[in-house]
């Protein structure tokens, strides 16, 4: 596959993600609202997303240069879809926030990984277009 190829997917990628990311923090807030879930809690849990971005932010670096971009979007990827077929398993505070701070790790090794092989694949005059894509 051309670098053309590789580009639309690892952006398309990051907009799923993005989008997922989205659409779970919403609907997770109206959910726990409608469970009468205090709203300063439900604005804590919202929190797990990040919460879990800087847990794995620190680590990603080594990972990502020991086994490859393919492999560390693609443990993202299921981290974040195993995270969010999880949700309707059991309805607990504590464990939905722990899905949560899955689904930041994943999305964060999705971003990185991505963001990170478009600036590596990209020619140094369309590098910062490429990333504003």
Known sequence: ??????FWILTMVVAISGLSQGVLLP???????GKGVNAGI???????IYLGVLLISPFI??????????????IG??????AMLAFPIWFNLYFWFFLRLLIGV????LH?????W???????SKRGRNMAI
């Open 106 to 109: 994943g999305d964060h090794m």
């Open 77 to 82: 990827g299921g981290l974040v879809a195993l």
């Open 1 to 6: 596959m051309g670098s053309k190829g590789k």
């Open 118 to 124: 478009i600036g590596a694949m990209s020619d140094s």
């Open 27 to 33: 609907l997770i807030a109206i959910i726990l609202e």
């Open 61 to 74: 670096e080594a990972p990502l240069h020991k086994y490859g971009y393919k492999p560390i979007i693609l």
């Open 42 to 48: 439900n604005g804590f849990h919202a929190t797990g």
């Open 112 to 116: 990185f990984s991505s963001q990170t």
